[in-house]
């Protein structure tokens, strides 16, 4: 009678795969949770501590690291000798392994977990018999995906269980077990470093590192600089994030979370310049990122400012000289790769919120024309511009922008005309090829109003509210060109 041990933590569909294989006559070993879960739903199934003759112990620690379960396992059946070896050591051979593991990334991914946790959902047993059995594909079927169940159990009514089939069921083994273990060195590589204070002095804080890619602050080298401040790393995230959305040499300066300056160029000079002109104020004590190498004539211009950090793929040698000179400055090197998959994790009390990156990526055929005036060149470029910048401005966020650069950000305000106001107000220029981007629909014409007061000729916003068309007869009235995106960008 063939043997079939299973073991798993993702019970979905176990009790009808044991009953399947019951009915083509597997004898089945189980343990814990999942042996319950048989029992009661009327399968026969016998403990682990039968086939092994020996009791779990060390509250379950040790119950399938055993010659008789491993031996059954692993024998080559191709080698008379072993198959003589189990007979005298009265060690049955095992057919099937059905396991997967402790729920090791649910577990550290509570907030609140402890090392002791995350130490007690370190599986053992499970991950030494799947790579036990996966070794002897040849012989045993070894399945760790639920999804799995019903194929083999097809294949097994059909007689068609081939070595090749067990064979890419051993390939995911190794895959699950890589990821497994691959969790649990993120978890415990994590560094925990106590910052000086929070926010503000009378708040302790720290950063704990989930990450050591090097396309993350995580995984950031700082070449030079005292360590960083909470504040230096929220602003940090938030500039390396805006700066990653660009293929063309940028450069992004931000304050308080939002960008107070971008600028594009055809070097990162002149990308860098086009930044400062944007706002040569607000950028005084503020982030810096920038998507290439930082070399000495940058260097230079950046040394003559003072910044709390600067982000960079590379400082030349000649810069980190220059950039140096200043004790406290901190100078990151981080990889420039866009990950469009990664998550924003955001704590709230009694809990956290997790969402997709706003990545949505808008190109100029997606965009439509509502009003009777069309964009020119120079305001499609600048629309497309500050439509990448406003997904990092807080909302309600309206922006001015041309083709280069930012030219006047209002952020953060409770109504999006405020911000609007705010932007005009800080604008560094106002012309034909300078346009008013808005992260979220006009609610009634009055920003169209204001901008057109002040000889704004172009408008991107996202449309959608219910008075859109009086927000377009108000753009037709002062001949503006004003386009839709359908997605917004609203950033708390």
Request: with cysteine; net charge negative; charged share 25%.
């Amino acid at each position: 009678m063939k043997k079939a041990v299973l073991s798993v933590s993702n019970k979905r569909g176990i009790v009808e795969f044991a009953q399947s294989l019951t009915e083509l006559d597997y004898e089945l070993y189980s343990t814990g949770g999942t042996m319950k879960a048989i029992q009661e739903a009327g399968v026969a199934v016998k403990s682990i501590s039968e086939l092994t003759q020996f009791d779990e112990i060390m509250d379950g620690r040790v119950k399938t690291l055993h010659p008789a379960v491993h031996g059954g396992i692993l024998a080559d059946r191709d080698k008379p000798e072993h198959l003589t070896q189990l007979k005298e050591q009265d060690i049955d051979l095992i057919d099937m392994v059905v396991v997967n593991l402790y729920p090791f990334k649910e577990t550290v991914a509570n907030p609140d977990v402890t090392e002791a946790d995350a130490i007690e959902n370190i599986d053992i047993g499970g991950p030494t018999m799947l790579r036990a059995a996966a070794k002897n594909f040849k012989h045993v079927t070894t399945i760790v995906h639920p999804s799995d169940y019903n194929e083999v159990i097809e294949r097994l009514k059909n007689d068609n269980l081939d070595a090749a089939y067990r064979k890419s069921l051993m390939v995911k083994v190794f895959e699950h077990t890589n990821e497994y273990d691959a969790a649990i060195v993120e978890f415990f590589n994590q560094s925990k470093e106590t910052l000086r204070y929070g926010e503000n002095p009378q708040q302790s804080a720290h950063f704990v590192r989930t990450s050591n890619a090097k396309q993350t602050l995580g995984g950031a080298k700082q070449l030079h600089g005292k360590q960083l401040s909470y504040n230096n790393i929220k602003d940090a995230d938030a500039a390396l994030a805006l700066v990653k959305e660009f293929q063309q040499p940028t450069a992004v300066a931000v304050k308080h979370m939002n960008p107070c300056g971008v600028g594009i160029g055809n070097t990162i000079d002149e990308a860098f310049q086009h930044t400062f002109e944007a706002d040569s104020q607000s950028i005084f004590g503020g982030i810096v990122a920038l998507n290439h190498t930082v070399g000495e004539s940058l260097a230079t211009k950046l040394h003559e400012i003072f910044l709390e950090v600067v982000i960079a793929p590379k400082f030349t040698d000649e810069a980190l000289s220059i950039l140096s000179q200043k004790k406290n400055i901190r100078l990151l090197e981080i990889d420039m790769t866009l990950d469009k998959n990664e998550q924003e994790v955001v704590s709230v009390s009694g809990g956290y919120l997790v969402q997709d990156k706003d990545n949505v990526a808008i190109k100029r055929e997606d965009i439509t024309v509502v009003t009777n005036e069309t964009p020119t060149e120079a305001q499609w470029e600048a629309m497309l511009l500050g439509w990448k910048v406003v997904a990092s401005v807080k909302s309600n966020a309206v922006i001015l922008s041309n083709a280069k650069q930012t030219v006047g950000i209002g952020a953060g305000q409770m109504n999006r005309v405020g911000s609007a106001q705010i932007a005009i107000e800080r604008a560094i220029e106002i012309n034909d090829d300078v346009v008013m981007v808005s992260d979220g629909f006009f609610p009634m014409d009055d920003t169209v109003e204001l901008a057109a007061q002040h000889g704004i000729k172009a408008i991107i916003q996202p449309g959608g509210s219910i008075k859109d068309q009086a927000s377009i007869d108000m753009a037709n009235k002062h001949g503006i060109a004003m386009v839709t995106t359908g997605v917004r960008h609203f950033k708390h």
